[in-house]
């Protein structure tokens, strides 16, 4: 998994088309989407990941909450993003990692939004600028090499 992490003023979205054949079912209001005061994530979930979907899930929630509390964020943006890397694991094996990892950070007591998966989407991010703004992290399951 490839994940790019961008402490924001803010970000909002607006789904446009079908970006596959069969996207994730939303309702009218989550055909829009913003948070203030956000640590922004978007993640490409890689072929790789589907060979321990758990370890990844863990692995990913315990990088983001070291740079939320890095950063003193409380929020966090889900963010389904398929442009961090070439070797995309399946929609279906990717949407699920991004429900469990929204999920866990719920539990962990953030307040938490996904970006729907499967389209399009118009966004506009506010990014603060500071010297831990802007960090990347790529996560695979323990025995898997990073290609
Ligand atoms: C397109 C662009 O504007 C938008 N931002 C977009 O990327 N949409 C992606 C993700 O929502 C999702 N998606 C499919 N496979 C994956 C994957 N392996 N990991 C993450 N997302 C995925 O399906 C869409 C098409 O790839």
Avoid: W
Avoid at 22 to 32: F, G, H, T, V, Y
Avoid at 37 to 44: D, G, H, I, K, N
Avoid at 56 to 78: L, P, R
């Amino acid at each position: 998994m490839r994940m790019l992490l961008i402490h924001s003023d803010y970000l909002e979205y607006e789904v446009k088309d079908k970006a596959l054949k069969n996207p994730e079912p939303i309702s009218d209001e989550q055909r829009k989407g913003r948070l203030d005061e956000v640590l922004a994530v978007f993640m490409s979930v890689e072929k790789v990941d589907e060979s321990n979907p758990d370890e990844v899930v863990e692995k990913a929630v315990k990088e983001i909450k070291d740079v939320a509390s890095q950063v003193k964020a409380e929020k966090i943006f889900v963010y389904p993003f398929a442009h961090l890397s070439s070797e995309l694991a399946k929609p279906d094996v990717a949407l699920k990692i991004l429900q469990k990892i929204e999920e866990k950070l719920k539990e962990e007591g953030f307040e938490v939004k996904r970006a729907p998966f499967g389209y399009y989407k118009a966004f506009k991010l506010s990014c603060k600028g500071h010297p831990l703004a802007e960090l990347s992290r790529t996560i695979v399951p323990s025995g898997e090499a990073v290609s």
